[in-house]
C-alpha cells in the first residue's frame, strides 16, 4: 500500500464517514457492511449481542476507574453496570434469536465480568480505554474520501515495555478455540485503530491484542499475544493491504457479497431479504 492513501481531504472531495469500530465487518460480509452503514439497514440485536455490550460496559467502567488519576470501580459497583445494561437495553433487542435466557445471560455475564476485573484488567497498565479518536481520511482515487470516525469501542490502549499495544475486548461464543484466542480475522479493526492512535500521538504502535470473553455456559478468558495487525491493513512491499481493496471498492461502489459469512443468516444480516447471493 502506498503511503499516501491515507491524506486530508479537499474541498472537492467526495467524503463518506463511517465508523472505525464497522471496518472488521468490511471485509467479512462487504455487501451486508453496505446494507447496514450506507444504506441503513437495520436489525434487533439478540441477547447474546446484549450481553456483549452489558460486558463491554461493565468493565470499561472498572478499567476506566485504573486509568492514572481515575476515580477507582469496585467490581461490585462496576458489575451494577453490567446489570442495567443487560436488562435496560437502550435499542431493540430480539430476546428469541439465542437460546438463551436472561437469567442464563446475567449469570454468565457477572461470572465473566469478576473474572475480568480479577484476574485479566490487572495484567495491563492502561493509558486510555475506549479512547475517542481524530478522523482519519483515506484516499480512494477519483476524489472519493473514506473518512474513519468514532472511537475505540471496546478497546483499550496498555503501555507495554515495548510501546503502547492495543488491547481489544471480543465477547462471544467462539472467541476461544482449544485454549487458544482466536485472532483471525481481527486485524482490519484493531489494524485501524492502530493507525489512528499513531496519527493522534504521532509515534508508532507496539501492536494489537485480543482480550477473549467466552459467553459460553463455562465461561472463560484469555488474552492473546501482541501482533501486528496494522500490517493487514497497510499491506507489505509487493502485497495491498485490505486499505487497498477497501480503496476500490469504496471508489467503484461495488461491495461484494460473501455467503460463506457465519453472520449469513437471516438472524444477523439486515440485508438477507433483498439479498440474492445467499440462494
Ligand atoms: S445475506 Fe449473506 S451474502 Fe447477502 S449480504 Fe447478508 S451476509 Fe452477505
Request: charged share 25%; with cysteine.
Amino acid at each position: 500500500m502506498s503511503a499516501n492513501r491515507i491524506i486530508a481531504a479537499t474541498p472537492d472531495s467526495r467524503v463518506t464517514a463511517v465508523r472505525a469500530s464497522s471496518w472488521g465487518g468490511l471485509f467479512d460480509c462487504a455487501h451486508k457492511w453496505e446494507g447496514e452503514h450506507l444504506l441503513g439497514m437495520r436489525m434487533p440485536a439478540g441477547l447474546r449481542a446484549q450481553l456483549g455490550t452489558a460486558i463491554h460496559a461493565s468493565t470499561a467502567k472498572f478499567d476506566a476507574g485504573r486509568l492514572p488519576g481515575g476515580e477507582r470501580v469496585t467490581v461490585d459497583d462496576a458489575a451494577g453496570v453490567f446489570v442495567d445494561t443487560l436488562t435496560k437495553p437502550e435499542r431493540d433487542v430480539d430476546y428469541t434469536k439465542d437460546d438463551l435466557t436472561v437469567r442464563d445471560a446475567e449469570r454468565i455475564g457477572l461470572t465473566l465480568h469478576s473474572m475480568y476485573c480479577l484476574d485479566v484488567s490487572p495484567q495491563f497498565e492502561f493509558q486510555s480505554v475506549e479512547a475517542k479518536l481524530a478522523p482519519v481520511d483515506i484516499d480512494c482515487g477519483g476524489g472519493v474520501i473514506v473518512r474513519l470516525t468514532g472511537t475505540m469501542d471496546r478497546a483499550r490502549v496498555a503501555t507495554t515495555p515495548a510501546g503502547a499495544v492495543i488491547p481489544d475486548i471480543k465477547s462471544g461464543a467462539r472467541v476461544i478455540e482449544k485454549g487458544e484466542v482466536k485472532t483471525k480475522g481481527r486485524s482490519a479493526q484493531l489494524g485501524t485503530y492502530q493507525l489512528m492512535h499513531e496519527q493522534e500521538h504521532r509515534a508508532p504502535t507496539a501492536g494489537g491484542q485480543v482480550i477473549a470473553l467466552q459467553t459460553t455456559s463455562k465461561p472463560a478468558t484469555g488474552v492473546s499475544p501482541v501482533f501486528d495487525a496494522k500490517r493487514v491493513m497497510l499491506g507489505t512491499e509487493d502485497k495491498p493491504g485490505l486499505i487497498e481493496f477497501a480503496a476500490d471498492m469504496f471508489r467503484t461502489g461495488l461491495f461484494p457479497p460473501n455467503p460463506q459469512s457465519l453472520l449469513c443468516s437471516p438472524k444477523y444480516c439486515a440485508r438477507w431479504s433483498s439479498c440474492i447471493f445467499h440462494e
